[in-house]
């Protein structure tokens, strides 16, 4: 079974452009969560979806959106884009039943100029 | 407010040696406890977790074990290899929420 795929693997943006980062979770896999990795604050929520519907919401600016589509598949927006936005953003699924056991993607390096 | 934090931010080890990597938590209402290990470049992956109710869980080569009393959390390697080098992140949650809050993470180095 493949696992949670996330495109693209690499990417650099200016200050003020928005960024589209996308997720594939694993089949059969209805709950997709978003976490942004920085050296300096560490792994932290974004965001949870499951049917379609955001469950959770971290703090972060409303410039952080989600959605997810009726296949579960799920895409992440980051609008006006700043330099600490810099991180690696990690997409992560997980079995309905098995809450909060969380599989992950490689992640999308975002680097912004 | 909320951590999860580590002791030991870097742990180095003599190959076939057991790691206890440590971790402290402070929700005294989270009752799920996940470790992760990432290696460069990837995600982290899963390794073992454990719910409140159990002081302590086994998997292969690690075990988990949990103090709730005190709320700490651990993970020890049984025989550690260079394979098992990377950066390990205990997580919790509270079974209200659907988010992880992760520690900062120990980096497990082993010596050959």
């Known amino acids: 079974k493949a696992g949670v795929t996330q495109t693209p693997r690499y990417l650099i943006k200016t200050r003020g452009q928005q960024v589209t980062l996308s997720c594939s979770p694993i089949s059969g896999h209805r709950s997709v969560s978003w976490y942004q990795q920085t050296p300096g604050q560490g792994l932290q929520f974004l965001f949870e979806y499951f049917s379609e519907t955001q469950r959770n919401k971290g703090n972060f600016p409303g410039r952080f959106s989600g959605r997810q589509f009726s296949n579960s598949r799920s895409e992440m927006n980051v609008s006006t884009l700043e330099l600490g936005d810099s991180a690696l953003y990690l997409c992560a699924s997980s079995l309905a039943g098995q809450g909060k056991k969380l599989f992950f993607g490689s992640g999308t390096q975002l680097s912004v100029l | 407010g909320e951590s999860v934090g580590l002791h030991l931010p870097t742990l180095s080890v003599q190959e076939g040696d057991n790691s206890i990597i440590n971790c402290a938590y402070s929700n005294s209402a989270s009752d799920y406890f996940i470790w992760y290990k990432q290696e460069s470049g990837k995600g982290p992956q899963f390794i073992i977790d454990?719910?409140?109710?159990?002081d302590k869980r086994q998997g292969q080569r690690v075990t988990v074990l949990l103090n709730k009393t005190v709320k700490h959390l651990s993970l020890q390697i049984a025989a550690t290899q260079p394979g098992d080098s990377a950066v390990y992140f205990c997580?919790?949650?509270?079974?209200?929420?659907?988010?992880?809050?992760f520690g900062s993470g120990t980096r497990l180095l082993v010596r050959p």
């Open positions: 997580a919790e949650n509270e079974d209200s929420s659907y988010k992880l809050i």
């Open positions: 454990i719910r409140s109710n159990m």
